[in-house]
């Protein structure tokens, strides 16, 4: 049987957190968030509701850019 990889519990730092923020203004989509801040779109989700980000807010503009 293969052994499990063990995941690692890692705080969220200040640049971190920035670059979410910056990164949900600019419409970026949850998932390549995660990528490029090396985490789980489920970790991204539940940080972005922690602060209060909302996603849908960023999908809303995102679709109104596509249609203009």
């Not at 705080?11 to 949850?30: C, F, G, P």
């Not at 985490?39 to 996603?55: D, E, H, P």
């Amino acid at each position: 049987m293969a052994k499990k990889s063990k995941s690692t519990r890692r705080s969220w730092a200040k640049d971190d957190i920035r670059a979410l923020k910056t990164m949900v203004k600019e419409n970026v989509i949850a998932s390549e968030i995660a990528l490029k801040l090396e985490r789980t779109a489920a970790a991204v989700y539940r940080k972005a509701g922690i602060l209060g980000i909302s996603f849908n807010a960023a999908r809303k503009r995102r679709n109104k850019a596509k249609k203009a």
